[in-house]
């Protein structure tokens, strides 16, 4: 059994990581959205995405 950690480091320095993928990308395009008034699809987060 081995544990995946997701995570994504935004352009402004903030490192986002979640368990899940899926949960990441919420959280991912709330900061973007909240902080850069970015919005972000699946595919922009899954290509920022290191695990
Ligand atoms: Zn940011």
């Known amino acids: 059994m081995s544990q995946e950690i997701f995570s994504v480091e935004c352009p402004c320095g903030s490192v986002l990581t979640h368990e899940e993928f899926a ?25 920022m995405a290191s695990n």
């Open 23 to 47: 949960a990441l990308v919420v959280e991912v395009q709330a900061h973007a959205k909240g902080n850069h008034n970015m919005d972000l699809t699946v595919e922009d987060i899954q290509n």
